[in-house]
């Protein structure tokens, strides 16, 4: 932390929320979409928000991005500079006077990895900030301020399904029937479909970051602003509820064809969001057996893609020791079932 610590520590809070991988019918929860339907899986590793919180005569707020080994004081209303999210997201939640606050954020998730690790930052970031003051905010509350942060404050294009997945966890299918409002409905499934659903599932990273909100302006001049009925929103939307039914009823078969599904209307959609990486990938996978790739998130020149597996391990490891001496990273991941957590020592 830069600066020397003042005053004694009255309390630690922690808060940790989870990225989302998958995201069939991405690209419907947007504003220029009107109408979404959206299933996506959240995952570890999480993103984690501790606030040591002591006394002090003046507010004061120190951030230390542990990720870039990187430390400097805050003060409200003084703009967004070095981390405009972050800062952002402090003039959202109440904050006492009286108190030092010295925030630490760390990741696990590669930056510019396309699974909403940006917004369950935010989500991380306003849970704990909430424990400062009594009462709580409900998770769709926290997932409202956190979307806006970004469309606000920041003036970015988000769609809405980042934020209610890091607040809420588990597999939810989301219906936009008005933005940015959404309702989401927990997937349950059996422990034996769960664990199975996890263990074929594997994240490639490409090894680059990209920028989303760039991505959507060019999809966004490509469609149109009232893409309500643009053939590819009514097809993502039927993709994401065909993905749906087919993983309610354990068929991986199925449900591998909805994801093959939207990576072609991604593409189809703008050749951009499918890079060449993401076909090398993609064909290294069908090579070992594979049976669904998901771009995730906005796609384009960097990012991640999801795989589903066959369920046979031994071709599993075989194809991720190839996509890593292809170049690319094999993130390890678990399905979370839980979303924004928050606990005060």
Request: charged share 20%.
């Amino acid at each position: 932390m830069s600066g020397k610590p003042r005053g004694r520590i009255t309390k630690i809070i922690n808060a940790v929320a989870p990225c989302r991988i998958c995201d069939e019918g991405g690209w419907t929860d947007t504003w220029f979409a009107l109408i979404g339907m959206i299933l996506n899986f959240c995952i570890y590793p999480f993103v984690e928000v501790q606030i040591v919180v002591r006394e002090c005569r003046k507010r004061r707020i120190t951030l230390y991005l542990e990720n870039f080994q990187s430390s400097y004081d805050y003060e409200l209303g003084s703009g967004y500079d070095k981390n405009p999210l972050i800062e952002a997201a402090l003039e959202m939640v109440p904050i006492p006077e009286n108190v030092h606050l010295e925030i630490s954020i760390h990741s696990q998730m590669p930056p510019g990895a396309s699974t909403g690790s940006s917004a369950a930052l935010v989500v991380a970031l306003i849970g704990a900030l909430d424990a400062l003051t009594p009462g709580r905010l409900a998770a769709a509350e926290v997932a409202r301020l956190a979307h806006e942060v970004e469309t606000l404050k920041l003036r970015q294009q988000s769609g809405i399904q980042d934020q209610l997945a890091a607040a809420f966890g588990g597999i939810n299918f989301i219906e936009m029937r008005e933005f940015p409002h959404g309702v989401v409905s927990p997937i349950k499934l059996p422990d034996s479909l769960w664990w199975e659903l996890e263990r074929r599932f594997c994240l490639v990273y490409v090894g680059k970051p990209h920028n989303s909100s760039k991505v959507h302006e060019e999809v966004i001049e490509k469609l149109g602003s009232h893409a309500k009925n643009n053939p590819h929103m009514v097809a993502l939307r039927r993709i994401a509820s065909q993905a749906k039914d087919a993983l309610c009823s354990g068929d991986f078969r199925l449900f591998g064809e909805a994801m093959n599904a939207n990576t072609r209307e991604q593409e189809a959609m703008h050749p951009a969001l499918v890079n060449p990486q993401f076909h090398n990938i993609i064909d290294i996978s069908k090579e070992f057996g594979c049976v669904g790739a998901k771009v995730n998130g906005a796609g384009g020149d960097g990012g991640t893609v999801t795989l589903l597996t066959n369920g046979l391990m031994p071709q599993k490891r075989q194809m991720e020791a190839k996509l890593v001496n292809a170049g690319y990273q094999v993130i390890p991941i678990y399905l979370a079932r839980q979303g924004l957590r928050v606990w005060v020592q």
